[in-house]
């Protein structure tokens, strides 16, 4: 057979001259046996039939069969290797009707196209299509209505006069008033201690006392006594208390010498309220002794 119509027996695609295997299914490639003219004789020449006809058996000779050319398939795309066909090819062997590998006959029916499944997705995407054109067709067409009811001429609203907020007033926040009374009293004197001071010497201590009084009050005059020799003697004195004012100190001074081997001096200083409540501060006095002095013979 020649070389140039060398064919698939399975798939029916056109080999190229020194294949051995089909470019497109892989399937390998078997030559058909062509018979060629004298080749077989059903009968010698010089056999002689039961008959006595001596006439030999003449053989007419037989043109080799040649299949029609096939399109040449593409070639499979480099690197894939072998694809097995998607379906079952008319030219396999095995099926009623099929032509075998080495079979010579007529010419092999290409394969059963596609088309009907393309055509059906062909369809299914037509009709979409045509519905999402129908529905935006519908839409536009509302809309279209819609604004010319819009821009029909109507009743034109009156504007109406917009409320204005009225800043109002922010309420300041009052305090509350409490009663106006001491609530303690700070002692403090100086110096805090005698020690080290040779007695005799003349000295001079202040007593310092801080009112304390509940905030936020409204104000007023503390009274109270005070005294520097532990009770012994006392004074009176007035502290004038302003609104909201928390704290007042109170100064009083004591005068004296320090005696020999311990003395009254200095003594103990205390203060006591009288108005607007009772209130005593504690008793406080430097601390420690004077250093007695050697008369010099």
Do not use: W
């Not at 917009?162 to 409490?178: D, F, I, L, S």
Request: aromatic content about 6%.
């Amino acid at each position: 057979m020649s070389s140039q119509y060398r064919i698939c027996h399975n798939c029916g695609a056109s080999l190229a001259p020194g294949e051995t295997r089909c470019p497109r299914c892989g399937a390998q490639y078997v030559e058909p046996i062509v018979q060629k003219p004298g080749e077989f004789e059903p009968f010698p020449p010089d056999q002689v039939n039961a008959s006595g006809q001596t006439e030999p058996y003449e053989v007419q000779p037989q043109q080799p069969v040649v299949l029609p050319p096939q399109q040449q398939s593409p070639y499979p795309p480099q690197g894939q290797g072998y694809v097995p066909p998607s379906s079952a090819s008319p030219y396999a062997a095995g099926g009623y009707g099929q032509q075998v590998p080495g079979q010579v006959g007529g010419p092999p029916q290409p394969p059963e196209s596609d088309t009907p499944q393309g055509l059906s997705t062909s369809l299914i995407i037509g009709l979409v299509v045509a519905a999402v054109l129908l529905l935006l067709l519908v839409g536009g067409l509302f809309y279209i209505l819609g604004q010319r009811n819009n821009a029909s001429p109507g009743l034109t609203p009156t504007p109406g006069v917009t409320p204005t907020a009225t800043p109002g007033t922010t309420p300041t926040a009052t305090p509350t008033t409490v009663s106006f009374q001491v609530t303690t009293i700070d002692m403090a004197v100086s110096p805090l201690s005698i020690t080290g001071m040779s007695c005799g010497t003349q000295l001079n201590v202040t007593y310092t006392a801080t009112f304390n009084v509940l905030p936020n009050g409204p104000g007023g005059a503390v009274q109270f006594t005070y005294t520097t020799d532990g009770g012994h003697t006392s004074k009176t004195g007035v502290k004038q208390i302003s609104p909201g004012q928390t704290s007042i100190q109170f100064q009083f001074p004591a005068s004296g010498t320090l005696p020999p081997n311990g003395g009254a001096f200095p003594g103990s200083g205390q203060v006591t309220t009288t108005s607007p409540n009772v209130v005593s501060s504690q008793v406080i006095t430097p601390s420690g002794a004077c250093t007695p002095v050697t008369p010099t013979p």
